[in-house]
């Protein structure tokens, strides 16, 4: 068996603009860039991290050097997930490793999942939160978007009038509001149904993470998903009663081994599923993309905020997402 080699480097990704949402505002992000090498295949894996988690460049980094050995000696995706913790630096390796098992088994990476094939998802895109009028000209200008998420602060005046902007630019379209823990229990009833009157079809993560059991036998008339309270494959049991969707995303849970085992367990409890996103490249996106053929909502738009993608790169089309397998996992990566 040829001998297995580590890469990590770290990036800055730049964004188009300043990007806001509730207590945040990001005008970049760091990202790690895993690359698995083993004779005459390679793959690669890329994360960004959880801010709010302190996941950041250096933890990310601290975390590769301190599995390096284990890794490079051979370890497996099963292995992965029991020796390191959920985040972005297991994410960035255990993507790496599927796109290696992909190349040297000859198969796509979505094969090796068991799916039939990978066809284009209809996926969410982002305004982040700023004055009414410049979320509607944002609106206007996703002119191909068939789903729009908005960006909530929890000022409940101005984020109702934020999500009437929105939908007064854009009737045609489906709206999903993503709160990012801004709100109270107390906010709910005026919140959902001012949501309602703007025909919003999902709210994200209305209430702080550890605040869940204020949603215990919430009614709400609009889907509720968790986001910030469902971080890996130990959270989906706590969810039912609370919630009605759980978002997956890779950096959180700790790559794609285990968001394809969250979405199976949401499903055996009747739970809807969501694949979400951090900030990243198409680079990152590739393995949501495999994971969203299994989901019911899809929020795959992040190297829309980059200054600068990777190429080849996924492609936005009729507000569709797809990636091809030369993006990533395709089976055939050979190293240089």
């Not at 700790?254 to 409890?269: C, N, P, V």
């Not at 951090?278 to 053929?293: D, E, I, K, N, R």
Request: hydrophobic share 45%.
């Amino acid at each position: 068996m040829a001998q297995r080699t580590l890469e990590v480097r770290a990036e800055k990704l730049r964004l188009a603009a300043p990007f806001r949402i509730s207590g945040y505002v990001f005008e970049a992000t760091d990202a790690i860039v895993v690359t698995l090498t083993e004779g005459p295949h390679h793959g690669r894996g890329e994360a960004s991290g959880v801010y709010y988690l302190g996941d950041d460049l250096d933890h990310m980094l601290g975390e590769i050097e301190r599995y390096r050995e284990a890794i490079e000696g051979g370890a497996d995706r099963a292995d992965l997930r029991a020796l390191m913790p959920a985040g972005g630096a297991r994410n960035a390796v255990d993507c790496a490793m599927w796109e290696l098992e992909a190349a040297q088994a000859g198969r796509a990476a979505w094969e090796l999942a068991g799916l039939p094939s990978m066809k284009p998802l209809v996926t969410t895109f982002t305004l982040g939160a700023d004055a009414p009028e410049a979320m509607a000209a944002g609106a206007r200008g996703h002119e191909g978007a068939r789903a729009i998420k908005i960006k909530l602060t929890g000022e409940l005046d101005l984020d109702l009038a934020r999500v009437k902007a929105v939908r007064d630019a854009r009737p045609d379209v489906w709206i999903g509001v993503d709160a990012n823990q801004g709100f109270a229990r107390r906010d709910l009833d005026r919140l959902v149904s001012g949501l309602m009157d703007q025909r919003v079809s999902l709210l994200e993560q209305p209430l702080a993470r550890g605040s869940e059991a204020d949603l215990e036998g919430y009614r709400s008339a609009i889907p509720i998903a968790a986001d910030e309270s469902a971080l890996t494959l130990a959270d989906i049991r706590g969810l039912p009663g609370r919630f009605d969707i759980v978002n997956i995303k890779l950096d959180k849970c700790g790559g794609l081994t285990e968001g394809l085992m969250m979405a199976e367990k949401a499903r055996r409890l009747g739970l809807g599923v969501m694949v979400g996103n951090m900030v990243g490249t198409s680079l990152a996106m590739a393995p949501g993309f495999l994971l969203g053929q299994l989901c019911d909502y899809v929020d795959l738009d992040g190297p829309i905020f980059l200054a600068a993608d990777r190429s080849p790169s996924v492609t936005y089309r009729d507000g569709e997402i797809f990636c091809s397998d030369e993006v990533w996992g395709g089976g055939a990566r050979v190293a240089a």
